[in-house]
Antibody, heavy 122, light 107 residues
């Protein structure tokens, strides 16, 4: 059974870079046709898609964050990562990693990590 | 960017009632609409894919319908464990977007 687990610092200072890793267990990140996404949720608010990566390394980012986001994959470690630069308090949120699955032109998130809270504060 | 607008924002319901949540897209998205349930302090869980396709392990009281711009999530005979926030999500075009959520409270 494939599972996802986020890890990384829970506290980041303003203007620094937020770095998170999602470890995939119970299966290979490179098997099958999947994208791997990052999604965030500020406390008490809705969900925002940050971006995704295919195992080939192809990426798509939300234009609202594109200038600050980098998503990468390390198939040897079965992990993918998120870097978000120049963070402010507005980036404080629970960050989820998720798997994009699809049998056609549309993708859906069929697996989610438990989420990790990142607070931006000095 | 495609905007998804859910209604209502909040609903207080007694067990065994029927719940209907709508999601309207700002432009046509075909069947690229999916529904999730998020309980307090948990990650979202996929309920319905492609507007109306059921998900293995999800109770049959959850169903979806619609295409184009108007979609509906129906919960037949609500159970106490269904208290949660429900989100629609479109993957018809990037960036992928979510509705603002509908909180269902059990009376």
């Amino acid at each position: 059974q494939v599972q996802l687990q986020e890890s990384g610092p829970g506290l980041v200072k303003p203007s620094q870079t937020l770095s998170l890793t999602c470890t995939v267990s119970g299966g290979s990140i490179g098997s099958g046709s999947y994208y791997w996404s990052w999604i965030r949720q500020p406390a008490g608010k809705g969900l925002e898609w940050i971006g995704r990566i295919y195992t080939s390394g192809s990426t798509n980012y939300n234009p609202s964050l594109k200038s600050r986001v980098t998503i990468s994959v390390d198939t040897s470690k079965n992990q993918f990562s998120l870097n978000l630069s120049s963070v402010t308090a507005a980036d404080t949120a629970v960050y989820y990693c998720a798997r994009d699955s699809g049998e056609g032109p549309y993708w859906y998130f069929d697996l989610w990590g438990r989420g990790t809270l990142v607070t931006v504060s000095s | 960017e495609i905007v998804l607008t859910q209604s209502p924002d909040f609903q207080s319901v007694t067990p065994k009632e029927k719940v209907t949540i709508t999601c309207r897209a700002s432009q046509s998205i075909g069947s690229g609409l999916h529904w999730y349930q998020q309980k307090a302090d948990q990650s979202p869980k996929l309920l319905i894919k492609y507007a109306s396709k059921s998900i293995s392990g999800v109770p049959s009281r959850f169903s979806g319908s619609g295409s184009g711009t108007d979609f509906t999530l129906t919960i037949n005979s609500l159970e106490a464990e269904d208290g949660a926030t429900y989100y629609c999500h479109q993957s018809s075009s990037l960036p992928q977007t979510f509705g603002q959520g509908t909180k269902v409270e059990i009376k």
